[in-house]
C-alpha cells in the first residue's frame, strides 16, 4: 500500500519559518498531483498549495508571500516551506498526492494501472511565543 509520511513539523515563534516534507513510499508508478492542506480545530481542511506533475503551483491567499511549494519526483517528495508563521495559520498540515499504483483484481491474479489520492497522517505546526 502506498504511505504518505510528513516530518518538519513543530514549535516556533511567530514570524518564524518551517520546512515540512512529505515522502511517499510503496508501489508507485508515477506521482501526478501533490499538494499541501490544512486544518484548525473545528474547521474545515483547507487546501494551502498545490503542485502539478509539471510543476505548476498554486496557493491559497493567506499563505501567498510567505510558503512555497516545490517537489522531488526523483525522492517522491513534496516540500512546504513556510516563512512569516503567524499563531492563527492553522496547525495540522496534511499532504496529499494523487499517484498512479498497481492494484489486484481477481484474487490477485490481474493487476491493472489506478489513479488515487493519498493522504498522510498529518504533522503539528504550533506557532506560539
Known amino acids: 500500500q502506498v504511505q504518505l509520511v510528513e516530518s518538519g513539523g513543530g514549535l516556533v515563534q511567530p514570524g518564524g519559518s518551517l520546512r515540512l516534507s512529505c515522502a511517499a513510499s510503496?508501489?508507485?508508478?508515477?506521482?501526478?498531483?501533490m499538494a499541501w492542506y490544512r486544518q484548525a480545530p473545528g474547521k474545515q481542511r483547507e487546501l494551502v498549495a498545490g503542485?502539478?506533475?509539471?510543476?505548476?503551483?498554486n496557493y491559497a491567499d493567506s499563505v501567498k508571500g510567505r510558503f512555497t511549494i516545490s517537489r522531488d519526483n526523483a525522492k517522491r517528495t513534496v516540500i512546504l516551506q513556510m516563512n512569516s508563521l503567524k499563531p492563527e495559520d492553522p496547525p495540522v498540515y496534511y499532504c496529499?498526492?494523487?499517484?498512479?499504483?498497481?492494484?489486484?483484481?481477481?484474487?490477485?491474479?490481474?493487476?491493472?494501472?489506478?489513479?488515487?489520492?493519498?493522504w498522510g497522517q498529518g504533522t503539528q505546526v504550533t506557532v506560539s511565543s
Open positions: 510503496g508501489t508507485i508508478l508515477s506521482i501526478n498531483d
Open positions: 503542485i502539478t506533475s509539471g510543476g505548476s503551483t
Open positions: 496529499k498526492a494523487d499517484i498512479r499504483t498497481l492494484a489486484n483484481d481477481k484474487g490477485g491474479l490481474v493487476s491493472y494501472v489506478k489513479n488515487e489520492d493519498y
